[in-house]
């Protein structure tokens, strides 16, 4: 157990050090020294738990998401489109706050454009979750993957711009953004309501 322990303390410190390095000199220009050395752990212990840099913000994004998921509980969508809306606004709400409370995991993988590779899963998981919400709508007036794709692509775009504006709104104001205007639009184009 206390092994267990250690292990995910240097993991932690790892990935801490790594989002700190990487916010100050970007992502393509850190080294796995940098990490460690800010994280106080030695250079070859690194490789004890991940092959390189990659690896570890794979890591360090993959835990995030969980925890977001696990927050979110992505509402099914009904026919009902003021309580959807209502749940969704809610869905919005919560996903802002924990991109605040995360802000730097989420700035170093939304604004460095050197961690595409890293966000193209990301967002493919995303769309997933999305189209598996809105399966059980019977009316569709145009597909629920491409619905479920604009969504996820607006979404994005809205939290980043978010994010390179410092945050000018609160969490609640924008799960109200979020649900009127990518939400409410979508929803209408799918279902004709």
């Not at 932690?12 to 940098?34: F, P, S």
């Not at 309580?83 to 409370?101: K, P, V």
């Not at 967002?123 to 569709?140: D, H, P, Q, V």
């Not at 609160?170 to 649900?179: C, K, S, V």
Request: aromatic share 8%.
């Amino acid at each position: 157990m206390s092994q267990d322990r250690r292990i995910r303390r240097t993991q932690k410190l790892l990935g801490e050090a790594l989002i700190a390095v990487a916010l100050e000199k970007g992502y393509k220009n850190i080294t796995i020294q940098d990490v460690t050395e800010r994280a106080d752990i030695g250079y070859r212990t690194f490789f004890r738990h991940y092959n390189g840099l990659d690896e570890l913000y794979l890591d360090l994004t993959r835990e995030r998401l969980d925890e977001l998921y696990e927050v979110l509980d992505l509402p099914q969508a009904d026919k009902d489109i003021a309580g959807s809306i209502a749940l969704f606004r809610n869905a919005g709400e919560t996903i802002f706050r924990h991109i605040q409370e995360n802000q730097e995991n989420f700035c170093l993988l939304l604004l460095d454009d050197s961690l595409r590779f890293i966000l193209e899963p990301v967002i493919k998981m995303a769309r997933e979750k999305t189209e598996i919400s809105f399966s059980s709508l019977s009316e569709k007036n145009i597909s629920i993957p491409i619905a479920a794709n604009h969504i996820i692509a607006s979404s994005f775009a809205l939290i980043r711009w978010w994010l390179e504006n410092d945050m000018p709104h609160p969490p609640e104001r924008m799960g109200e953004i979020f649900a009127d205007l990518i939400i409410l639009p979508t929803w209408k184009a799918l279902t004709n309501q």
